[in-house]
């Protein structure tokens, strides 16, 4: 079946420097990424998304990196803050039957150090 | 403008009995679903809805039940609460599923614990 993974279930970094979260997916028919940020005791936040049609699509702070080739999406974060530590997400729309339904990852929490 | 607000935070619960999430969403979204979030499994999809009066399954609907009267409301019951039902239930919506009105917003979750 689909699934969607990340490579680390924790990143550490220091705060500064540039973080990159990593996902890989299954189904070579995947055409919709996004990225989700979740802090403690609250619910997942968009972050990016990006369409397969693209290999990479900036935001304030954040890149994701699409390689279809490989089936790899990573999350770039730079110059790092605390108030970046949270769990992060990846997930791709499944368009079988135009339901949009998202597959999620596990999540990868990144721990921020000062 | 409140987003989307699921009640109860927390809840406690017996195995057998029954019980109602409620979400509802104030930004007129047509999409609508519930994701159960348990440890290292990420968010898993329960059912969801694409408009008042339509629903359908997600990944793991056994056990779980939803309805659809109004674009505001999506109550998801748990008829016969079981251990395995344990888990932070989240609710979101979205405008649509076509690109660019399909990004999910999320209510704060609903911690749930079946004894």
């Known amino acids: 079946g689909e699934s969607v993974g990340l490579h680390l279930p924790t990143l550490s970094v220091q705060e500064g420097d540039n973080s990159i979260i990593n996902c890989a997916y299954s189904n070579s028919a995947s055409d919709y990424f996004i990225w989700y940020k979740q802090e403690s005791g609250k619910g997942p936040q968009f972050i990016i998304d990006?369409?397969?049609?693209?290999d990479k699509r900036q935001g304030q702070r954040v890149t994701v990196l699409l390689n279809k080739t490989v089936k790899h999406l990573s999350l770039q974060i730079a110059a790092t803050q605390p108030g970046d530590s949270a769990v992060y997400f990846c997930a791709h729309g499944d368009r079988s039957g135009n339901t949009g339904k998202l597959i999620f990852g596990q999540g990868t929490t990144l721990q921020v150090k000062p | 403008n409140a987003g989307v607000t699921q009640t109860p935070k927390f809840q406690v619960l017996k195995t057998g009995q029954s019980m109602t999430l409620q979400c509802a969403q104030d930004?007129?979204?047509?999409?609508m679903s519930w994701y159960r979030q348990d440890p290292g499994m990420g968010l898993r999809l329960i059912h969801y809805?694409?408009?008042?009066?339509?629903?359908d399954q997600g990944e793991v609907p056994n056990g779980y039940n939803v309805s659809r009267s109004t674009t505001e409301d999506f109550p998801l019951r748990l008829l016969s609460a079981a251990p395995s039902q344990t888990s932070v239930y989240f609710c979101?919506?979205?405008?649509?599923?076509?690109?660019?009105?399909?990004?999910?917003?999320f209510g704060a979750g609903s911690r749930l614990t079946v004894l």
């Open positions: 979101a919506s979205s405008w649509g599923l076509a690109s660019g009105a399909n990004v999910l917003t």
């Open positions: 930004m007129n979204h047509e999409y």
């Open positions: 809805s694409v408009g008042a009066g339509i629903t």
């Open positions: 990006i369409r397969s049609n693209m």
